[in-house]
C-alpha cells in the first residue's frame, strides 16, 4: 500500500515537472509599455532635461527605464493633465505646482 501511494506521489510530481517545462512562456516586463509619473519637484532636477525633449532628457529617461527593468524610454516629456487626477479638490497654495513628467518604457 505504501508502494502504490509513494508510486502515485512520483507521477504527481513528474508530471508537474513535465507541465511547467512545456507551458508557454509568459511575456516579460520588458516587452510591455508602461508609464510613469514623476513629480517635477522630486529633487534630483532632471525636470528641465525631460519637460524640453533635449539629449540629456534621453539619457535620463533611459536610465529610468532600466532601473525599472524595462529596455529604454518610448516617450518622455511633461505629463497632459488627463494622464494624472488630483487627490486633494481645492488647492491649499496659491503658487502653481508644476505638472508631474511622463516617461513610458517599453522594449
Do not use: H
Request: glycine share 10%; hydrophobic share 45%.
Amino acid at each position: 500500500m505504501r508502494r502504490a501511494v509513494a508510486f502515485v506521489g512520483l507521477l504527481g510530481i513528474v508530471a508537474a515537472g513535465v507541465s511547467l517545462s512545456i507551458m508557454p512562456t509568459t511575456r516579460s516586463a520588458a516587452s510591455e509599455q508602461r508609464t510613469f509619473l514623476i513629480p517635477a519637484s522630486d529633487g534630483y532636477g532632471v525636470a528641465d532635461c525631460i519637460s524640453s525633449k533635449a539629449e540629456c532628457g534621453t539619457i535620463v529617461a533611459n536610465a529610468w527605464c532600466e532601473a525599472q527593468g524595462f529596455g529604454k524610454a518610448v516617450a518622455f516629456g511633461v505629463a497632459a493633465n488627463e494622464d494624472f487626477t488630483g487627490s486633494v479638490a481645492k488647492r491649499v497654495s496659491t503658487e502653481s505646482a508644476p505638472q508631474p513628467l511622463s516617461i513610458t518604457c517599453g522594449e
